[in-house]
């Protein structure tokens, strides 16, 4: 097939009327469309937003709850941990370069870490360690693990990632 280059042609006044009315109605579904799109993320953003809480402050979660917070937390991991990642292996791949140029990124590693504590902090969770979320449920807490797929286990107050079992009943 071969490729023509376009040539504007001169069109009459009701030809051009009549573009201009489809291009008018064409921007004005692209423009509701828009509008309903960022109506909708604005909902869904409101619905996460609903359950930013004061860091410091407990927030009681069922296991419900901690399983509809769990896509936002785990995306949040998900690029964290991506992040990390990318700048362990710049680190680990570099030799014979200057004390001052490793330091600076494994500060960039630690703003990344605690970036994404203090937002798993301000869900109402707990960061635990790299890539573990504890929810407070009232009696113990929720155990998550990044890249587990849903709230699978729990363990008291006292009891540490490795206390943790997995929960006979699910959505109490």
């Given amino acids: 097939m071969e490729l023509r280059p376009f040539k504007f042609q001169k069109i009459g006044a009701n030809k051009r009327f009549a573009a201009s ?26 619905r996460f937003v609903d359950n930013i809480v004061e ?7 069922s296991q419900a709850d901690a399983q509809e917070l769990l896509p936002l937390v785990y995306r949040l991991t998900e690029k964290a941990h991506a992040q990390v990642k990318h700048l ?7 030799k014979n370069v200057p004390q001052s140029r490793l330091q600076e ?42 890249p587990e797929k849903e709230i ?8 540490g990632f490795t206390g943790r079992k997995e929960i006979s009943t699910q959505f109490e």
């Fill in 21 to 46: 009315k489809i291009f008018s109605k064409l921007f004005l579904i692209s423009l509701s469309s828009h509008v309903f799109l960022e109506s909708f993320k604005h909902v869904e953003h409101k």
């Fill in 152 to 159: 699978k286990y729990s363990h008291g107050y006292k009891e």
């Fill in 105 to 146: 990124m494994e500060n960039q590693v630690q703003v990344l870490i605690e970036n994404w504590q203090n937002k798993i902090q301000k869900l109402g969770a707990h960061p635990k360690g790299y890539w573990l979320v504890d929810f407070d449920n009232g009696a113990g807490y929720y155990c998550w693990k990044f």
């Fill in 88 to 94: 362990m292996s710049h680190i680990e791949a570099m």
């Fill in 55 to 61: 860091i410091g402050s407990r927030k009681i979660f």
